[in-house]
């Protein structure tokens, strides 16, 4: 069984481009978990997703960010117009049910803005 | 809004000593997780404490919760150089769609030295 899966584990980017970060939860799981970690920093929460349905998203920034977890395929966040701040390690958990269970995380997608 | 204070935030040590982490959270929580993480890589889980009075541990770790004074100790015994990481603790919510949603302390960047 394998963990969750993060892909690209590096991702450079130019200041207004786009950046999209994939995750693949373990399998049977259908709750997945953004998080971001800045520098010197722990992680914060992002956004909590079932599959089509973004639950909560409280910790996403107002602009310029997206998440989805469509029926079939990874999940995705989606950061629009790049900027340095943005630069950070984002890390993807997911459950297999709501309070049902420990949450994994995956190996981390660290994004460099230059 | 849930609160989460590790300290101290660095600890160098001896090998062979022993010393506490300290984990403070503000509300009512079911569950509290501690994670270590090596620089560049992704959380490791160490311990799930979920009611008030569980220890739990694991090799030179231990690791404790009270609920009542919303504390949880991260205890190393006899340290060595291999313990040398970052720790977090880690809480969820209490209940619903909060479940899944983990709130980090700062982390506690542990140092063993020869």
């Known amino acids: 069984n394998a963990g969750v899966m993060q892909n690209p584990r590096h991702l450079v980017r130019r200041r207004g481009q786009e950046a999209r970060l994939r995750c693949s939860p373990m399998?049977?799981?259908?709750?997945v978990y953004w998080y971001r970690q800045l520098p010197e920093e722990g992680l914060k929460f992002m956004v909590y997703?079932?599959?089509?349905?973004?639950?909560?998203e409280s910790g996403m920034p107002k602009e310029r960010f997206s998440a989805e977890f469509p029926k079939e395929g990874p999940s995705i966040l989606r950061i629009q117009q790049v900027v340095r701040g943005d630069s950070a390690a984002y890390f993807c958990?997911?459950?297999?049910?709501?309070?049902?269970?420990?949450?994994?995380f995956g190996q981390g997608t660290r994004l460099t803005v230059v | 809004e849930l609160k989460v204070e590790q300290n101290p935030l660095f600890l160098s040590m001896q090998e062979g000593k022993n010393y506490t982490i300290y984990c403070n959270y503000s509300?009512?929580?079911?569950?509290l997780y501690w994670y270590r993480q090596d620089p560049g890589k992704s959380l490791e889980s160490l311990f799930v404490?979920?009611?008030?009075?569980a220890v739990k541990q694991e090799g030179r770790l231990m690791a404790s919760l009270d609920t009542k004074a919303r504390l949880s100790t991260l205890h190393i015994t006899a340290a060595v150089h291999d313990l040398s990481a970052t720790y977090f603790c880690?809480?969820?919510?209490?209940?619903?769609?909060?479940?899944?949603?983990?709130?980090f302390g700062q982390g506690t960047i542990l140092t063993v030295h020869p």
């Open positions: 404490l979920l009611s008030n009075g």
């Open positions: 958990a997911s459950s297999p049910t709501l309070g049902g269970g420990e949450a994994f």
């Open positions: 997703l079932q599959k089509e349905n973004i639950i909560d």
């Open positions: 509300t009512t929580s079911d569950r």
């Open positions: 399998k049977g799981h259908s709750h």
């Open positions: 880690a809480v969820s919510g209490a209940g619903g769609t909060s479940y899944g949603k983990l709130t």
